[in-house]
């Protein structure tokens, strides 16, 4: 039986992967034992798998076949230093942004998906890619976001499946 926190880091990614399903009309699934198969240490791998391997082990989300370029941070924790986000360096969101760098592939769309107990959802995502926010914080190159505001905006929704589709990124001027 997994620990109380892997359970609940389970039921996260369970319940982003049925909001994606329900938002974009394809299939995402929880990828199974998610957590540093081609990360960290483990990058080496990433050089013997073939495309469709590699996708299904980066990240905690598995996106439909053709979202090849999306790479998605699932984290569900008690609190977070929203506090720090203005004054100093935040520790646990600089850990989650080196996560998705060491799986990331040129022209990955990367995104922090975080749900904090008792408070809200979030969405962690790199500047400059013509996202939209009503309020947000910029963070060492990533905007820091309410869930309800950036999944509310019709253009972001589009930009996720642009995005995710395209072989690489290509940067909004704002």
């Known amino acids: ?9 389970n039921s996260w990614e369970l319940d982003v992967a049925k909001f994606l399903t329900e938002k974009y009309d394809g299939t995402f699934l929880r990828v199974p034992s998610s957590g540093a198969f081609v990360g960290g240490k483990n990058n ?8 469709g391997q ?18 998605i941070e699932c984290k569900s ?19 989650w942004i080196a996560q998705q760098h060491d799986v ?12 904090i107990s008792r408070k809200d959802k979030w969405v962690v995502y790199q ?5 939209r926010s009503v309020r947000s914080l910029p963070y ?3 905007i820091f976001t309410s869930w309800d505001d950036f999944w509310s905006i019709t253009e ?18 704002v």
């Open 104 to 115: 990331e592939d040129v022209g990955d769309l990367n995104l922090i998906l975080i749900k």
């Open 1 to 9: 039986m997994p620990s109380k926190s892997k359970a609940k880091g």
């Open 54 to 71: 590699l996708q299904s082990k980066k990240g905690d989300i598995h996106p439909p076949q053709d979202w090849t370029h999306l790479n």
């Open 140 to 142: 060492k190159g990533w």
């Open 156 to 173: 972001n929704i589009d930009l996720v499946k642009k995005y995710s589709t395209l072989s690489i990124i290509q940067p909004v001027v």
């Open 127 to 131: 500047e400059n890619l013509g996202f």
């Open 77 to 95: 924790y008690a609190d977070f230093p929203f506090h720090q986000l203005w004054t100093t360096d935040v520790k646990i969101l600089d850990s």
């Open 44 to 51: 080496f791998r990433k050089a013997t798998l073939d495309q």
